[in-house]
């Protein structure tokens, strides 16, 4: 996996306090340390993050209207971000510079109830200041289908599809 260094800035940890509704009396002046999950926004120093943007190459962007960048091809045709969780083994604080290292967790399969299999995928991100000490641990839980099922468009005669139906992924 992969191993990336992010400083903690006061005015990054403005930004993304705003971005997420907090008040600037909450974490606006740095002194309060970070909001619970600011160690997500991390990512965009990772130069494997699929996300980020990268000079000379498309970017999907966020937009509705994305820049031409395909989306990677997976089993089921997409994946779901299923879960996030946060372990804090102290603070995070303005001016701490944290590596962060994922490693892969666990990985188990369940039957979908549409037919098909989902497999579960877990990325656990450990994030340690200069000195080495543990400062959070990450967890996330993806799930991939192993097929995509067609769904019933509303307004389908007797369920079927109508001409604009759409397709979910099996459950």
Request: hydrophobic share 35%; glycine share 14%.
């Amino acid at each position: 996996m992969s191993t990336y260094t992010f400083p903690v800035e006061a005015g990054a940890v403005l930004l993304f306090s705003r971005a997420v509704g907090y008040p600037d009396s909450a974490y606006g002046d740095g002194t309060a340390g970070a909001p619970p999950t600011f160690t997500q926004s991390g990512a965009q120093f990772d130069p494997e993050f699929h996300l980020r943007p990268k000079y000379g190459e498309p970017w999907r962007g966020s937009g509705r209207t994305p820049s031409g960048l395909p989306i990677p091809a997976t089993p089921g045709g997409g994946s779901l971000h299923a879960e996030q969780s946060y372990e804090y083994h102290r603070p995070v604080r303005v001016g701490d510079v944290l590596t962060a290292v994922q490693i892969p967790g666990k990985e188990w399969e369940k039957a979908g109830r549409r037919g098909g299999s989902l497999t579960f995928r877990e990325t656990i991100t450990e994030f340690r200041d200069a000195t080495g000490e543990l400062v959070v641990t990450a967890r996330s839980v993806v799930v991939i289908p192993s097929k995509v099922v067609e769904s019933p468009a509303e307004g389908g005669a007797n369920g079927a599809p109508s001409a604009e139906g759409s397709a979910a992924v099996a459950q």
